[in-house]
């Protein structure tokens, strides 16, 4: 297990240090425009610091609320999300950080994230209103527990819109996340506007604020470098193995795009086949026939499910994409098919009564490169190694290299 700590520690790094670099222009106090590319890091850091760059390549300069008047980020499809310099007051406490602009109109609608929880935040003529809300919490009612979740939100917003019925109303059942406090303004905006002037709406890429899935499916083989898979209480008992063996398997990798866009965590999960023999000896003594030699083979013949749990790191390099990954694998044999045949009788061949040790574990290593099809659908090439262990000095195990190809979808 130690090798998985080994791994984690490498990788943690590679996200502490990712970038993110989208085009957009950061906004001077003076009113002055710059384009470049900007560094879109989750919401804690964007309310915190700009990073940007003229170019790719040139150097980073950061810039806090005091020194721009905000920036802006382009997305996909045009899109585009907006932070500006804006003093707020917390808990009595006036600071002048970046907060998200989510939508100008009639009332404006911003969103910041402090340390503790986010707000957000609705402005008219001047007077702000801040809404919150707390986490959920466990609580128990008549022997049973259930989560006890935090709507004082939707009480402040109805009373905020009070003089408009039908926002109001909406408002005793909003969600608390982007999309809803957007309509729920939106709405404001389109019953009160007197010119009939659309509002604008910044927000470019909400459903990149949540965790992101990618599936991808595999088939491949497995090279045995070497392998002492054994009988229990027997380790002299070493089956002699098929080389290549055929593989098939499955991967889900977890992303937060807001953190990382290179960084991963991956499960994945493979079958693959195991064949193999060994060629034995024992003397047996009776009271009857005395000493008897009996030459056998136990052949195996069985499936091998493994389970892995790493890191990727993905190079952001356009189409084609290198990757690196590594973590921990567990390996299991899928039943205890021996068959035992007497060498000196062939006929005689049943099902043996000695049991295989089937269980094995030890980290992973892989290299290989995505190629990019469309938006985010790849096929992808990979080499692994790993090597697996049923005791904990790293003995007694497989040592195996594999090949794999799939699609990501």
Not at 356 to 367: E, F, M, N, T
């Amino acid at each position: 297990m130690k090798h998985f700590f080994f791994i984690v520690i490498f990788f943690i790094p590679l996200v502490v240090n990712s970038q993110n670099y989208k085009e957009g222009y950061i906004l001077s106090n003076n009113g002055d425009t710059i384009k470049g590319i900007i560094d879109y890091k989750a919401d804690k850091t964007n309310a915190k610091v700009c990073y940007f760059k003229t170019k790719p390549g040139a150097e980073t300069q950061s810039f806090h609320p005091e020194e721009i008047a905000g920036y802006r980020i382009w997305n996909e499809k045009d899109k585009e999300t907006y932070y500006t310099s804006k003093e707020i007051n917390i808990d009595g406490n006036s600071q002048l950080v970046f907060v998200e602009y989510l939508l100008q109109g009639v009332m404006n609608l911003y969103f910041y994230p402090s340390e503790k929880q986010n707000y957000y935040i609705l402005e008219e003529d001047g007077v702000a209103t801040y809404v919150t809300k707390q986490a959920d919490v466990l609580d128990k009612k008549d022997g049973k527990e259930f989560y006890r979740k935090d709507v004082k939100y939707r009480g402040i917003l109805a009373y905020l819109f009070k003089d408009t019925p039908a926002v109001a109303e909406m408002a005793g059942k909003i969600d608390f996340n982007h999309k809803s406090m957007i309509n729920l303004v939106k709405k404001y905006h389109d019953t009160t506007c007197a010119t009939g002037e659309a509002c604008v709406v910044f927000l470019g890429d909400g459903n990149k604020r949540k965790a992101k899935f990618k599936f991808s499916l595999y088939a491949g083989a497995n090279y045995l470098l070497s392998s002492e898979i054994f009988i229990w209480y027997n380790s002299d008992m070493n089956f002699d193995m098929t080389k290549v063996n055929p593989l098939v398997g499955g991967q889900v990798v977890l992303y937060a795009p807001r953190i990382s866009q290179s960084v991963g965590v991956v499960l994945d999960a493979s079958f693959s086949k195991l064949k193999g023999s060994f060629d034995g000896y024992a003397r047996y003594h009776s009271v009857a026939n005395g000493y008897r030699d009996y030459n056998y083979r136990l052949e195996l013949d069985e499936f091998s499910f493994s389970g892995k749990l790493g890191f990727r790191y993905t190079f952001q390099t356009g189409k084609i994409k290198p990757t690196l990954e590594g973590g921990y694998s567990y390996s299991t044999l899928l039943g205890n098919k021996l068959k035992e045949t007497d060498l000196d009788d062939p006929s005689k061949s049943e099902d043996s009564r000695l049991e295989l040790v089937r269980k094995y574990h030890g980290p992973y290593i892989s290299a290989g490169v995505d190629f990019k099809l469309k938006k985010d659908n790849y096929i992808f090439c990979r080499i692994s190694y790993e090597k697996n262990s049923s005791h904990a000095d790293g003995s007694h195990g497989i040592e195996l290299l594999g090949i794999k190809t799939g699609y990501t979808f």
